[in-house]
T-cell receptor, first 116, second 109 residues
Framework: NAGVMQNPRHLVRRRGQEARLRCSPM?????VYWYRQLPEEGLKFMVY????????ESGMPKERFSAEFPKEGPSILRIQQVVRGDSAAYFC??????????????FGDGTRLSIL | RKEVEQDPGPFNVPEGATVAFNCTYS??????FFWYRQDCRKEPKLLMS???SGNEDGRFTAQLNRASQYISLLIRDSKLSDSATYLC??????????FGDGTTLTVKP
């Protein structure tokens, strides 16, 4: 399966714990995007990364949230000291690195994060 | 004002009906446009790209009006399986995609 791979599919954490969400882009894609979807709401952009670079993090909360896309390995979205309001579906998408404005993004299945 | 605006609906139509969704965008530098569908809070899936000359894919027709900064999606002969949320997406030349909040369609027998 050469699609965008996210894991875990479901993640349960208690308040105050850390959550790590992983995303491997489609083969040949070098651009990764993270989105959050709260219950009954639309998809909200969080961060756009290329390998080893954050291109746009205008949608990321200023505290507790961080993202990386290392040279080797998947992109990681990290949420420290989780709170109930972090419960949401987190989607990762990827696109090719060339002609980026004309390329649609392809999404992974998402990680459903539940905070107890 | 949101960068990308859609009528949230819901649109409730009978099978076989024709339904149209509109989407407006505020950034005149937007470069490319897409429609996605999202089922039951699963991942969004690309439905079709939207080209300046308009394009058709089976029962689906997408159009772009750059002067008025809106795009549209027309669905003919609606099927029950068309029930979903339809997301309008606008890309800038910096590679960022902005999603509308979606329009919900329910097709009823």
């Amino acid at each position: 399966n050469a699609g965008v791979m996210q894991n875990p599919r479901h993640l349960v954490r208690r308040r105050g714990q850390e959550a790590r969400l992983r995303c491997s882009p489609m083969k040949g894609h070098s651009h990764v995007y993270w989105y959050r979807q709260l219950p009954e709401e639309g998809l909200k952009f969080m961060v756009y990364l290329q390998k080893e670079n954050i291109i746009d993090e205008s949608g990321m909360p200023k505290e507790r949230f961080s993202a990386e896309f290392p040279k080797e390995g998947p992109s990681i979205l990290r949420i420290q000291q989780v709170v109930r309001g972090d419960s949401a579906a987190y989607f990762c998408a990827s696109s090719p690195g060339t002609g980026i404005s004309n390329q649609p993004q392809h999404f992974g299945d998402g990680t459903r994060l539940s905070i107890l | 004002r949101k960068e990308v605006e859609q009528d949230p609906g819901p649109f409730n139509v009978p099978e076989g009906a024709t339904v149209a969704f509109n989407c407006t965008y505020s950034n005149s530098a937007s470069q490319s446009f897409f429609w996605y569908r999202q089922d039951c809070r699963k991942e969004p899936k690309l439905l079709m790209s939207v080209y300046s000359s308009g394009n058709e894919d089976g029962r689906f027709t997408a159009q772009l009006n750059r002067a008025s900064q809106y795009i549209s999606l027309l669905i003919r002969d609606s099927k029950l399986s068309d029930s979903a949320t339809y997301l309008c997406v606008v890309n800038t030349n910096a590679g960022k995609s902005t999603f509308g909040d979606g329009t919900t369609l329910t097709v009823k027998p």
